[in-house]
């Protein structure tokens, strides 16, 4: 996108009434998370990334990877954001996202603080969410936060910009909505798995397990419409296929795909399989889905021989029983990889949107590459 057509995208979250801005179409949505620079400033939603934006994320995470392997590297990256405060709340439980975005603020010289159980706040004595968001922003330049509940990070970062102190919003994870951040490191892990045999484009990418629940896959399939002639396969029981929403956004895009209940006839012909565990926490007993054989939706060792030579095995983590651990050091399972790609993602986007880009790149021309 040139710069006089963005400039007629962007827009400001304190021009919106928040009636209305919930109901806008997630691409539109996507307009007012821009700072005027260019830079993203709210990060909630994977509609706001396009093909640029995340090549010059995963340049930047490879650039900050590289500097931090010497001491003089993170010595220097470690006073760009020095001056700054991050706040982690994390009300629903987490331990690769939460550990991951605190290394992250840590490399870029953030002192974070955290927020894991919201009985330990003043909600207790009821104290809304949003009193305690507009509390949070008071102490600190950042806030990432992971919740339960649908909609509140979208919520917040629209509240926040319509105070004196509007701070940027990282969502890192809603409810059943996205995950925007794991997306991004699982870009920049396919990125990395097939920088050598010409990238994401052409690929065939299969998803399997609960695709009808998984914030990942959500987040994760609009990404891949930015990459041309990549192929989908969500392989899933029938109640957890995958929603017409996402399949409508498929569509849009022109992006092939199939729909099928055999797992197993899709390994031999995957360029990566992305495995997803049952998210039975969601379930009530309305909503339980019918009973399927898991087995058929599990990744086994003796799968590892249908599997391409050069294809990968993903998944978010955690994992209960849908990847047999016997598969864990096979060099197709980049799954240990994908999480440690997250603190890199995570220190990039940090960077990005504190407009330290340009810095760590100056630094790793002169010094590294």
Partial sequence: MDWNSFLLKRKHLDEIPWDVFQRLPLEEKANYFVQNNGRPFHVLIAQQFERESLDKLCDLATRIRRIAKSKTGMDFLSILLK?????????????????????????????????????????????????????????????????????????TAWMLSNTERPVPIINAGSGKDQHPTQALLDIYTLQRSFERRGGIEGKHIVFCGDLARGRTVRSLAKLLTHYPKVHITFAAPGALQVGTDILAQLDAAGLPYELTADFKSTIGEADAIYMTRIQDEWDSEEEKPAKFNLAEYSFAAEDLKRLPPQAVIMHPLPRRSEIDPACDNDPRAVYWRQMRNGMWIRSALIATIFVRDNEITNYYMMNIK
């Fill in 83 to 155: 001056h700054k405060r991050a706040m982690l709340d994390f009300t629903q439980p987490s331990s690769r996202t939460f550990l991951s975005f605190y290394a992250a603020c840590q490399i870029l010289g953030i002192r974070p603080a955290e927020v894991r159980n919201s009985s330990t706040s003043s909600e207790m004595k009821g104290e809304s969410r949003m009193d305690s968001m507009r509390t949070f922003s008071s102490y600190f330049d950042l806030l990432i936060m992971r919740t339960p509940e649908q909609g509140l990070a979208e919520k």
